[in-house]
């Protein structure tokens, strides 16, 4: 069974820096297309940012491109998304997400498997 856990949300300023951590176990994680996903409460949840499995293509959201960054380290199963320059509009539940399929994708029904979610805050 596929896990993943999310870390290192929290409550911030704006123009602050987080960065989000995702540990996955279970499966095969550099056969995974990872993404990261965001949704506010009565909307529904979007695509922020997504990484084949060894880096070779990173697409982001336009909302978030140059300020936010992923990574993923397939020695350790991880995938982390490093936020700067933090806005209000970027407070939501935070979602990592694997697809079981090399292939970046940005619907929410192409990930099968899903964190619970980290709370990112930001405040003006």
């Known amino acids: 069974q596929v896990r993943l856990v999310e870390s290192g949300g929290g409550s911030v300023q704006a123009g602050d820096s987080l960065r989000l951590s995702c540990a996955v176990s279970g499966g095969t994680f550099s056969s995974y297309a990872m ?37 993923r380290d397939n020695a350790k199963n991880t995938v982390s998304l490093q936020m700067n320059s933090l806005k209000p509009e970027d407070t939501a539940l935070y979602y990592c997400a694997a697809r079981n399929s090399p292939q970046l994708l940005r619907r929410l029904v192409d990930y099968a498997y899903w964190g619970q979610g980290t709370q990112v805050t930001v405040s003006s």
Do not use: H, L, M
């Open 35 to 71: 993404g990261w996903f965001r949704q506010v409460p009565g909307r529904e949840r979007t695509f922020v940012v997504g990484i084949t499995p060894y880096g070779s293509t990173i697409t982001y959201a336009d909302s978030v491109k140059g300020r936010f960054t992923i990574s």
